[in-house]
């Protein structure tokens, strides 16, 4: 069921639009479109159809993106197993002087 959930948005930072206004204007839109692609339907570029500077803005931004996609998948699987201490919260009160 996880394969048939189709990604409805992502998180697109700052950071991105900076490192897309590095690159040549005529190359932008594409690396915009290569940013939704993955983040939406984990569609790879084809580095050969990158220029240079596209490719390295992509190796960039990649890890980023890849970590949205990766959450959007775990979440569509229902998330952290249960008993994981990261997932659990906390209902106890922390102090006020926690340092």
């Not at 240079?52 to 996609?69: D, E």
């Amino acid at each position: 069921m996880a394969e048939n959930k189709q990604r409805e948005g992502f998180t697109f930072y700052r950071s991105f639009r900076d490192t897309i206004d590095q690159i040549a204007p005529e190359d932008q839109l594409q690396m915009y479109r290569i940013i939704a692609d993955y983040a939406l339907d984990g569609i790879e570029p084809d580095a050969e159809t990158l220029s240079q500077l596209g490719r390295l803005c992509w190796t960039a931004l990649r890890p980023n993106v890849h970590a949205g996609r990766k959450n959007f998948l775990n979440g569509v699987k229902g998330g952290a197993p249960k008993g994981n201490n990261n997932a659990r919260k906390t209902t106890q009160k922390q102090p006020k002087n926690n340092q």
